[in-house]
């Protein structure tokens, strides 16, 4: 140095210092980097050394001038120092805390491309007024300055280590100083976003310092530097405000993998506050990489620095998609995908498989799914229904498509299937309703390879199942719900064992006649128990009711015939009707009205070569057989074979089913049991050979009465058919003509006694007369009968007698013939009423009980007269030549005589004194009388 401290300019205030150096050819290189380096921090240097106002260095022939310009101060400890060129043009500005004689300053350069900080990397950290050399490891990245500092004598670093001595003492305390400032000023800078502040927290791990113990700077940092600004408000949220890092949600991921991180996260609601801005995600990454270092461990995942792993980890914890949903402002399906593909850019999707972040069908989130391959709603209720899992071991439908989707296994319709079954196992009445509701599934989606397999319930009270075997024997499938059958067929439904027929829960689940015409059109089901089957002949009509000594005799080939299905084997139609008359009953009435006019072929005999190269004879229909090979007419305790005898006493009391059966269409099914007609209706008509005797014999009653003819018979039984109610008038008129026969027996008998009774008076005769009167009574003095009558020989004082008997009536009655007989000769017509309530009938007990109006013409009087008028009133005669006449025809009059009156009668031997004394008058000489 040739020259120093040179006296000052003109100004008074002004100072120019000068260092002025010889440098030597081998030294010009060290001299240049010296030179540059100090070009570079020119900033600090000034900011740094008070006295200075502006540094200009020549280098290359290239000459720079800083200057400062006025200061500001910033608040607290901050200010901030402009610096410019000779020409005032802004070209950096320095950002400067203190406190005490120690110094942390950073300089922001505006530049081409925005921003940038000194020092930057590989420039001193350290500075006693001016750099020290060896100080870029120093892990904060600003310029801590003091003059104070004690450097090492090469001005290489400073002494920082742990002994007492006073130049390491004075520079910890010093430093750790700095430390608290440069939290000062990084807080300012946030405040301001001069520049990023994660540019100067990216800390450096200190390593091979000169006089420095690196684990007391280590601790240092970490206490004084990291857990301070970790507490600041330094982080310039997405939404705004400042926070610390601590109140931060920072995404920590690998470089090119942060941004879909962030996006993961900024889809959270209420995170926007905590959250940092995108464009801040690489410097805060590199920020807590580098803090990590100071702790000794690598980045992890906490409350303030999320990683993927954290992320997931959240994800899990919400356990179902509305929980996670509620956190979202997005659609989480989108969102869960975006996770995934972050995963799988990132290799991790080998997490999902031990965090439950998949969702299932029903929204709860899980760990491992399986794809749905086109897995019907119903199905999958049907296993939950169960106790399966169903949608809650599928991925939800959204996430199909998903990156991770190629990582699981499916789940098809098939594979559900086999778990219901499986679960479905040895089925009862608590799961009938899934099993019914499967196979319906199957049916509507056509899934004909799950017919047979499914478990089906049978009809009836009693829980059973069966299977569907597809393309078995018509005869052998299953009958569709009776429900399903047609009107002609389902009163005959007790006729078939339950366990042959679907239940009627299958009817109200396939309510679409189309879907079980499918169904039978796959030969899974019969919808009538009359179909064709093809199979060997056994049957034949020469062998039709063959017994053990017969041997086998089968058709080479198969036939095809009717068949009516379940008729006969174990737990059959006939096994079920052997044991009940009723059920026997119907099965007659069911081949008659369903089966014979179904099958118009079945009694067609049909030639089959047999095995032993004979030919013989089958009926179409197949069903006849087993009628006839079966004893299944339960009479009285036991079950019998078809016969006449036993069909007719089957059908004893069923008139109507007999009658069909006689009919002539009906007849070939006759013929081919084998069974006359004619003696079939000969034992319907009598329990017995004397009943049928008796019945025949009545035949031949009617066939006298209508003649010989049997057209004229037929057309008798015909009219008798035709008209019901003349059955019911036959009947009345039976009744009536009893009741006439009774009362006329009762009558004759009356007459009788009381004929004998007037015999046993002597001097009266008794006689028979009908015309109008009853009896007629005369002396018995030879006079002549001169009427045909029972009279008294005593010219016109013979006495007439109208007898009549009565059992309990209060009222008796007289026809008109009689009333005009008792009223022309109202002196000598006498009214006998003759009142019997029981007891033997006799002479005696007449007499004791007649009693005897002798002027019953008087009474009359008036009710004849009536009828005389009423009679004028209406003419039995009409006016054959007027087109409006009125016509009275068949008319019957009778005359009331009621009890009140005829008790007013005298006894018997009180009118046998009376008839004494007018037979006495009338004897005497008329000039007598």
């Given at each position: 140095m040739t020259k120093s401290l040179r006296p000052a300019l003109a100004q008074e205030n002004a100072r120019l210092t000068t260092f002025e150096y010889s440098i030597q050819p081998e030294t010009k290189e060290v001299v240049v980097r010296g030179l540059e380096g100090l070009n570079a921090v020119a900033p600090l240097v000034l900011a740094f050394n008070s006295p200075f106002v502006s540094l200009s260095l020549e280098l290359n022939e290239t000459s720079t001038t800083y200057c400062l310009k006025r200061q500001k101060k910033l608040g607290g400890s901050i200010r901030s120092i402009p610096v410019a060129d000779e020409q005032g043009n802004g070209k950096s500005t320095v950002f400067l805390s203190e406190q005490d004689d120690v110094q942390v300053?950073?300089?922001?350069?505006?530049?081409?491309?925005?921003?940038?900080?000194?020092?930057?990397?590989?420039?001193?950290?350290?500075?006693?007024?001016?750099?020290?050399?060896?100080?870029?490891?120093?892990?904060?990245?600003?310029?801590?300055?003091?003059?104070?500092?004690?450097?090492?004598?090469?001005?290489?670093?400073?002494?920082?280590?742990?002994?007492?001595?006073?130049?390491?003492?004075?520079?910890?305390?010093?430093?750790?100083?700095?430390?608290?400032?440069?939290?000062?000023?990084?807080?300012?800078?946030?405040?301001?976003?001069?520049?990023?502040?994660?540019?100067?927290?990216?800390?450096?791990?200190?390593?091979?310092?000169?006089?420095?113990?690196?684990?007391?700077?280590a601790h240092v940092i970490q206490n004084r530097v990291i857990d301070d600004v970790a507490e600041r408000s330094v982080l310039q949220s997405l939404d705004g405000p400042l926070i610390s890092p601590r109140q931060a949600v920072i995404p920590l991921a690998e470089v090119g993998k942060r941004i879909p991180l962030w996006e993961c996260l900024a889809a959270f609601k209420n995170i926007r506050a905590v959250l940092p801005r995108q464009k801040d995600i690489d410097g805060w990454n590199d920020v807590v990489a580098s803090w990590s270092q100071f702790a000794n461990e690598p980045p992890e995942p906490t409350d303030w620095v999320w990683t993927i792993e954290h992320l997931v980890g959240f994800v899990t914890e919400c356990r179902t998609l509305a929980v996670l949903t509620e956190s979202l402002n997005s659609d989480p399906f989108e969102w869960l995908s975006s996770l995934l593909d972050l995963l799988q850019a990132d290799g991790k999707l080998g997490l999902v498989a031990i965090n439950a972040i998949l969702p299932n069908q029903h929204g709860e989130l899980k760990s491992v799914l399986l794809i749905d391959e086109e897995i019907p709603a119903e199905l999958k209720d049907l296993a939950e229904e169960l106790g399966l899992a169903g949608r809650g071991d599928i991925l939800a439908h959204e996430l199909s498509e998903c990156c991770y989707s190629s990582q699981l296994n499916s789940q098809t319709a098939d594979d559900l299937l086999e778990s219901i079954l499986d679960e479905l196992g040895d089925m009862d009445e608590s799961n009938r309703s899934v099993a019914v509701r499967l196979f319906a599934f199957a049916v509507r989606s056509k899934r004909l390879t799950w017919l047979d397999r499914i478990p089906v319930v049978t009809a009836g009270a009693t829980f059973n199942t069966a299977k569907i075997t597809l393309r078995?024997?018509?005869?052998?499938?299953?009958?569709?719900?009776?429900?399903?059958?047609?009107?002609?067929?389902?009163?005959?439904?007790?006729?078939?064992?339950?366990?042959?027929?679907?239940?009627?829960?299958?009817?109200?689940?396939?309510?679409?006649?189309?879907?079980?015409?499918?169904?039978?059109?796959?030969?899974?089901?019969?919808?009538?128990?009359?179909?064709?089957?093809?199979?060997?002949?056994?049957?034949?009509?020469?062998?039709?009711?063959?017994?053990?000594?017969?041997?086998?005799?089968?058709?080479?080939?198969?036939?095809?015939?009717?068949?009516?299905?379940?008729?006969?084997?174990?737990?059959?139609?006939?096994?079920?009707?052997?044991?009940?008359?009723?059920?026997?009953?119907?099965?007659?009435?069911?081949?008659?009205?369903?089966?014979?006019?179904?099958?118009?072929?079945?009694?067609?005999?049909?030639?089959?070569?047999?095995?032993?190269?004979?030919?013989?004879?089958?009926?179409?229909?197949?069903?006849?057989?087993?009628?006839?090979?079966r004893g299944w007419l339960k009479i009285e305790k036991r079950a019998t074979y078809l016969y006449a005898e036993s069909l007719a006493n089957l059908l004893a009391n069923q008139a109507p089913i007999m009658k069909m059966l006689l009919q002539e269409s009906n007849l070939p099914l006759l013929k081919s049991f084998g069974i006359s007609p004619a003696d079939l209706a000969l034992r319907s008509v009598g329990k017995n050979e004397s009943d049928r005797m008796s019945l025949i014999r009545s035949l031949g009653v009617i066939a006298d009465a209508v003649g010989p003819d049997p057209e004229q018979v037929a057309r008798f039984a015909a009219t008798i058919r035709a008209d019901v109610g003349l059955l019911e008038y036959i009947a009345q008129r039976g009744t009536f003509i009893e009741h006439i026969e009774k009362n006329q027996s009762f009558g004759l008998a009356i007459e009788r006694e009381f004929a004998n009774v007037f015999t046993l008076e002597s001097g009266v005769h008794i006689q028979r007369t009908g015309h109008g009167h009853d009896f007629m009574l005369t002396p018995i003095a030879g006079e002549e009968n001169d009427a045909g009558r029972m009279e008294v020989n005593s010219g016109d004082h013979t006495v007439y007698v109208e007898l009549k008997a009565t059992r309990g009536s209060d009222t008796v009655r007289m026809s008109v013939r009689q009333v005009e007989a008792a009223t022309s000769m109202a002196n000598r017509y006498w009214l006998c009423v003759v009142v019997i309530e029981d007891g033997e009938l006799t002479s005696e007990l007449v007499q004791s009980q007649a009693l005897f109006l002798c002027d019953i013409g008087v009474h009359l009087a008036d009710a004849w007269a009536d009828y005389g008028r009423l009679r004028e009133a209406t003419p039995l005669a009409t006016d054959s030549d007027s087109d409006a006449a009125l016509e009275v025809t068949d008319q019957e009059v009778k005359f009331r005589i009621g009890k009140k009156l005829w008790e007013r009668g005298i006894s018997f031997a009180e009118a046998m004194e009376r008839l004494k004394f007018n037979m006495a008058s009338a004897k005497l000489p008329a000039d007598t009388k």
């Open positions: 300053a950073v300089v922001v350069t505006e530049t081409a491309d925005g921003r940038s900080i000194l020092p930057k990397q590989g420039m001193s950290r350290i500075y006693v007024a001016f750099p020290l050399s060896s100080t870029s490891d120093y892990p904060i990245r600003v310029a801590v300055n003091s003059e104070n500092f004690n450097p090492l004598p090469d001005r290489d670093g400073i002494y920082l280590v742990t002994d007492d001595t006073f130049k390491n003492s004075e520079n910890r305390s010093r430093f750790e100083l700095a430390c608290k400032l440069f939290s000062d000023l990084i807080e300012h800078i946030a405040r301001t976003d001069i520049v990023p502040v994660t540019d100067m927290l990216i800390l450096d791990k200190p390593v091979g310092l000169k006089s420095v113990n690196v684990e007391y700077l078995a024997a018509a005869k052998d499938r299953l009958l569709v719900p009776i429900a399903c059958w047609q009107n002609t067929v389902r009163p005959f439904a007790d006729l078939f064992p339950p366990i042959f027929v679907l239940h009627e829960d299958y009817a109200s689940q396939i309510p679409i006649d189309e879907e079980w015409k499918w169904l039978i059109d796959q030969e899974a089901v019969i919808s009538s128990p009359l179909v064709m089957d093809t199979a060997i002949v056994e049957d034949f009509v020469e062998l039709m009711r063959k017994g053990p000594e017969i041997e086998d005799v089968r058709s080479k080939e198969k036939m095809t015939r009717s068949h009516i299905a379940y008729l006969s084997g174990e737990d059959s139609i006939l096994e079920k009707v052997r044991g009940s008359r009723r059920l026997g009953v119907l099965l007659v009435q069911f081949l008659l009205e369903v089966i014979v006019p179904s099958d118009s072929e079945a009694f067609a005999e049909l030639e089959v070569i047999c095995e032993d190269e004979t030919s013989r004879r089958c009926y179409r229909g197949a069903w006849i057989a087993p009628l006839l090979n």
